[in-house]
């Protein structure tokens, strides 16, 4: 392995060039822009030699060779084309349209389709088939988010490859064998997997396709832009293709080697129904006496900077307070420090949720380094939960390197692989860490006593060792509301404190960007309800009317991510960009106009646009001083109120569904089956302890108070004696619960009530 | 030194399967020669020497497979395949239930030879007899302290392990064999890396016949000259034939490459009284047939490739003239079809449409253009596959419609007419 891998010359079509020893023919041919028509092969997933579309002739080699499994050899002459390479072509291309229903005119990937492509290409007119075609189902249904037509099926095995290879799932399986294979879990039970979508786009032809977008469109007919997925902090570049103002589906971005790879998690790909859902806002909405008017936009500005004026006025900068939420860019977060420092006020804060810190330190990782780490520690919420796709980073590393994962707390693993678990950050000193010299440290950002003693521990490592950490946090662009300032400084009140001060009534005048406190916020619903109607202005920004927007005295119609244009971090903390793919509804305004003309109210100069973006993009990232940064916990009690544990039995874990959330989620009707149900996950063993079933409903029991009717949810990968619930559904707010903390199941009933997927 | 058998020589006398039995008459006396007093290296060089080759089906030099295996210090596997389902193909089974120990004692020292301290044994699903044999000998031989760890007080030991398979022809091909054996789906591995670099558990693997094993201990003790000068000097040593089809007396023969295929077909009791053998298949139901004219080629893996065919497994398969080809061409397409494990698009296709159309032609609705469409998707879907299993279509098909084409015909004009 050492120096520099060796070259090796060959010619391909007559045109010489020299690549890295070991390289397939299929990928030296893209660097003289050469097609090789591939089915089965796909860079990510590597050759498997099944479909034999990319016969080529190798001088000296008397059969056809397929180019993807062939690697270059010093004077190798390959020849992509000519009369045996094209025989070769059209005979395999006859025996894939064989029994192919030829069904193009209503087929999802007509247009886009490798089979009509390489068909036109190399195929023959007529099939010489005399027989009639195999019969075989049209619209299997694999689970909640993919349709198989099987006549379709090419069998390529990309869709099982990408489940064992990438996800490392497992769940899909090539189902008996020769004419009669099909694609189906193993198990019989429905394909469920968060980066299920993927399997729709890495399918050649019009075998798997989206529920969502299924006889939605041709893709000529659709408009596609380049930006940046924000439902999460991963910051993945996603594509957006729109048709007459409606987003009608996502494709993932192959060149986004530095995030994504390529690939895209469900919840990015899915949740864009809400962009056209008809209960979007679209006019400024006042609370008079209990009623909603509708305003113009001048009147709702002039009206929140005069109330902002007075307020300073009358009880100086420290009655007003501003909180900002992660779907806002980094231009956007900027820009609202920007404005209420102006205006005195210092009670600032991102952090509208559970997730208190979103910078990793100093020795913050890329995405690439998870894949060099060879041991992968993991405390508190899993990424799997919170950003999918650094998920699929650390199973390559597990995958490909054989990285040993640590698991530090209660929260269940999605996938079964093997891995060690301890209780806190402190006891991973029994494990031998030392012994390794890269290893990754994964942190949720929520409780900071954790952080701190996570970071005591990888401190202690650092010496000769490189160490990466993340903080792999529930709130997108976390790290660029943190970045550009949107924390309290100089004694300003962190949101807590915010809340605090509200119920207290010291609080004239709060704003809520882009966030939903009411339902994530920890404290409970109905403590962050209680102090915010305790405020005499709120003013939200919102897309929809959610249970924070209700309680506000104005909320003004936000856009969303697609809708506009800016920057985030992603996780690691580099730059995305994001540009409007699709047009937002008439009568909304960004939030980043929305502050623009809130700062020319209060006469609050902002910089020019160009002078924005150069500052937001090119801010340097503020970097704590490591996990649980004590300059971000100022005010330190950041809990749920706790009134001490006298229920007894099981510890409660919350965790976070791809699916939870209570504003895109809840306001896109295509999701359907994907929106999670409120649930209690227990594991075989604790379920049968408590003497529940798959199925049932119960009750939690804990010191804030009683959780009801959440369904059973019995799942091996869960640990004995806790019980999950999740957090951020509208029915069932787990915000008014501690993580950690021992309730008790009651009120057990064997109800059967209709049980989504899990 | 005459030619007599070795590997089934007691068959029908004397129950080999008693381990005292078969020590009584030598057996493992090679296998503790071979753990005492020689090296790896040696037993690999007298093998090599004796020129066995495979008896598998692809006949490849056992001394030069084994010596791809790389030195780097991984552990590595021998392998047993008895997974044999080529049609017309029936000797491992008989090795496995009637001698099982020489084919233990030819895995212990195949595997030692390599430096395997782990071998397995693959042995087809149907074959159940053979399988409580076998586990039984196992259990014999292991009791007796002739396979586990440091063996007759040295520190070298060779563990065998019993796998099953479930029923598919394709596990008989090396790498499906390997998926198979590690609880994967049975579906042929793509290569390069070949088992001798990545096999079983991606470790530097040897996968051998049954019958080639076996003759393993009868090379050492009786030199591999002996072996050599059997026969053909390319081509040399004796060999197990399933001889089947119209024939008075099937059975498994023992004979010396070289032999014809007409004293094959005397073996067997000769054609059925008043029958003429018009074709026979030599190397089951892979290979291309020969005719009347061929009965006195010389049968050994050499002489069969001139001739357009193979030796194969040694299943010699005799039609005579009562034969309808068109009707055997179906059973043996439908047989590839049903067994192809639908991976590469040319054998999952054309397998299926060839049986298709031959079951057509079988129902009276054939074509004139059906005949050269069969032979033409044949050859089209030849050659361009990972593994054989679609090769060994077109052999048999093109050979029978290009001698028998009148019959094909016969079968179009019923049709003629009938319309």
Redesign the interface.
């Given at each position: 392995m050492n120096g520099a891998p060796k070259e090796v010359t060959l010619t391909i079509d007559g045109t010489q060039l020299t690549v890295p020893e070991g390289t397939l023919l299929v990928e030296a041919a893209k660097r003289i822009k050469t097609d090789i028509p591939v089915y089965c092969y796909h860079p990510k997933l590597g050759?498997?030699?099944?479909?034999?579309?990319c016969?080529v002739d190798v001088e000296k080699t008397p059969?056809?060779q397929?180019a993807c499994?062939t690697t270059v050899g010093e004077g190798m002459v390959v020849h992509t084309y000519g009369p045996k390479v094209e025989d070769?072509r059209r005979?395999?291309l006859?025996?894939?349209l064989?029994?192919h229903p030829l069904d193009c005119p209503i087929c999802d990937k007509g247009g886009e389709c490798d089979l009509q492509d390489y068909s036109i290409a190399y195929g023959q007119g007529a099939s010489?088939?005399?027989?009639p075609k195999?019969i075989k189902p049209k619209a299997i249904d694999l689970g909640p988010t993919i349709v198989l037509d099987d006549e379709r099926c090419?069998?390529c095995?990309r869709c099982t490859r990408f489940d064992e290879i990438i996800t490392l799932e497992q769940s899909l399986?090539?189902k008996?064998?020769?004419?009669?294979?099909v694609i189906a879990t193993a198990t019989g039970t429905p394909y469920v997997s968060m980066f299920s979508g993927n399997v729709t786009e890495l399918c050649p032809v019009g075998a798997l396709t989206s529920k969502t977008y299924r006889f939605k469109s041709r893709p000529w007919d659709l408009n596609r832009s380049l930006t940046t997925c924000v439902q999460c902090s991963a910051g993945c570049a996603i594509n957006v293709d729109e048709r007459h103002g409606e987003v009608l589906r996502t494709m993932s971005v192959p060149g986004d080697d530095a995030v994504s790879e390529g690939w895209l998690c469900d919840r990015g790909r899915y949740n864009v129904g809400f962009y056209s859902d008809p209960r979007r806002l679209t006019s400024p909405l006042l609370r008079r006496d209990g009623e909603w008017v509708q305003l113009g936009w001048e009147d709702a500005i002039d009206l929140w900077a005069r109330t902002l004026h007075e307020a300073v006025d009358s009880a100086g900068p420290k009655s007003l307070a501003a909180l900002g939420g992660g779907r806002l860019t980094n231009e956007e977060a900027y820009l609202i420090g920007h404005v209420f420092r102006a205006l005195g006020c210092e009670n600032i804060d991102w952090r509208t949720g559970r997730q208190r810190q979103a910078s990793p330190g100093p020795r913050g990782g890329t995405y690439a380094d998870v894949e060099s780490a060879q041991a992968i520690v993991l405390v508190g919420v899993p990424p799997a939960q919170t950003t999918p796709i650094m998920s699929l980073r650390i199973r390559k590393a597990v995958s490909q390197r054989g990285a040993r994962m640590i698991l530090v707390g209660d929260y269940a693993l999605p996938i079964r692989v093997a891995h060690e678990r301890v209780a806190r950050p402190r006891d991973l000193a029994s494990l031998d860490l030392d012994r390794y010299e890269r290893i990754a440290f994964f942190w949720d950002g929520i409780d900071p006593r954790v952080g701190s003693e996570l970071n005591e521990f990888a401190e202690g490592l650092a010496e000769g060792r490189k160490i990466f950490t993340y903080v792999t946090g529930e709130t997108p662009n976390a790290r660029g509301a943190e970045g550009m300032g949107l924390v309290p400084r100089s004694g300003g009140r962190d949101s807590v404190g915010m809340l605090a001060a509200a119920r207290d009534g010291n609080l004239r005048s709060l704003a809520i960007f882009a966030a939903n406190p009411v339902l994530h916020m920890p404290g409970g619903a109905d403590s962050v309800r209680g102090a915010i109607e305790n405020v005499p202005f709120v003013v939200t920004t919102e897309l929809f009317m959610t249970p924070t927007a209700e309680r506000s005295t104005l909320v003004l119609p936000a856009r969303g991510p697609f809708e506009k244009s800016g920057h985030t971090f992603d996780v690691t903390g580099a730059v995305r960009v994001l540009r409007p793919g699709v047009a937002a509804p008439t009568g909304t305004l960004s939030d980043l106009e929305i502050l623009i003309a809130l700062a020319s109210a209060l006469g609050v100069d902002v910089p020019g646009p160009a002078a924005l973006h150069r500052q937001a993009a090119l801010h340097a990232p503020w970097v704590a001083r490591g996990f649980g940064d004590p300059a971000l916990f100022a005010e330190g009690e950041l809990k749920a109120p706790r009134a001490g544990a006298k229920a007894t039995g099981l510890r409660l874990v919350i965790a976070a569904d791809l699916f939870s959330g209570g504003g895109t989620v809840y306001h896109d009707d295509r999701l359907g089956e994907l929106r999670p149900l409120a649930t209690a996950a227990l594991s075989e063993h604790t379920a049968a302890v408590a003497e529940v079933h798959d199925g049932y409903l119960v009750d939690i029991v804990a010191a804030e108070g009683t959780l009801r009717g959440l369904v059973v949810r019995v799942a091996p990968n869960h640990v004995d004696g806790t019980v999950t619930i999740l957090e951020g559904l509208p029915d069932a707010p787990a915000s008014a619960f501690e993580g950690g903390q021992t309730v008790a199941l009651a009120n057990v009933r064997a109800a059967r009530v209709p049980v989504g997927v899990a | 030194m005459p030619v007599s058998k070795v590997l089934t020589r007691g068959i029908g006398q004397v129950d080999l399967r008693d381990l005292k039995v078969y020590r009584r008459r030598g057996g493992y006396r090679q296998w503790k020669r071979v753990i005492t007093e020689l090296q790896p290296a040696e037993v690999v060089d007298l093998v090599s020497k004796s020129n066995l080759r495979g008896r598998g089906g692809a006949g490849f030099p056992t001394g030069r497979k084994w010596g791809f295996l790389p030195n780097n210090g991984r552990p590595r596997y021998m392998v047993c395949n008895s997974d044999e389902a080529e049609p017309g193909t029936f000797k491992d089974r008989m090795l496995i239930e009637e001698t099982p120990h020489q084919v233990i004692e030819g895995m212990l020292i195949g595997a030692y030879a390599i430096g395997a301290k782990q071998a397995f044994i693959y042995i087809r699903g149907e074959f159940k007899r053979g399988y409580e044999v076998f586990t039984k000998a196992l259990a014999d031989a292991r009791d007796a302290g002739l396979i586990g760890e440091q063996l007759f007080g040295t520190e070298h030991g060779v563990e065998i392990t019993i796998h099953r398979g479930a029923g598919a022809y394709i596990c008989g091909e090396e790498t499906a064999l390997l998926n198979s054996l590690e609880g994967k789906r049975g579906e042929p591995r793509l290569k390069p890396p070949f088992p001798a670099i990545k096999g079983l558990y991606d470790e530097p693997t040897v996968v051998n016949n049954v019958e080639t094993l076996a003759f393993l201990p009868y090379i050492l003790k009786n030199g591999p000259e002996w072996f050599a000068q059997i026969g053909p000097p390319k081509s040399p040593g004796l060999k197990v034939v399933s001889v089947s089809g119209h024939v008075k007396k099937p059975g498994n023969f023992e004979v010396a490459l070289g032999t014809t295929l007409r004293k094959l077909l005397a073996l067997a009791g000769g054609p059925r009284d008043g029958r003429k053998i018009i074709a026979v298949q030599p190397g089951g139901g892979s290979s291309a047939c020969l005719f009347e004219e061929h009965l006195d080629l010389s049968y050994d893996f050499d002489t069969m490739a001139a001739n357009g065919t193979m030796l194969g497994s040694g299943a010699v398969v005799f039609f005579d003239d009562t034969t309808d080809f068109v009707k055997a061409a179906h059973a043996l397409v439908r047989f590839f079809a049903h067994e192809s494990c639908g991976q590469c698009t040319p054998c999952r296709e054309g397998g299926h449409w060839l049986e298709v159309t031959l079951e057509r032609i079988l129902h009276g609705g054939g074509l004139d253009s059906d005949i050269d469409m069969l032979v033409a998707v044949a050859r089209q879907l030849t050659g361009i596959n990972l593994c054989p299993l679609g090769d060994s279509i077109e052999p048999f098909l093109a050979s029978v419609v290009k001698r028998f084409e009148s019959q094909f015909r016969g079968y179009v004009r019923k049709r003629a007419i009938a319309v």
């Open positions: 050759p498997a030699g099944l479909c034999r579309i016969l059969k056809l397929i499994n070769g005979a395999v006859e025996f894939l064989l029994n010489r088939l005399a027989d195999e090419i069998v095995q399986v090539v008996d064998r020769g004419q009669r294979d | -």
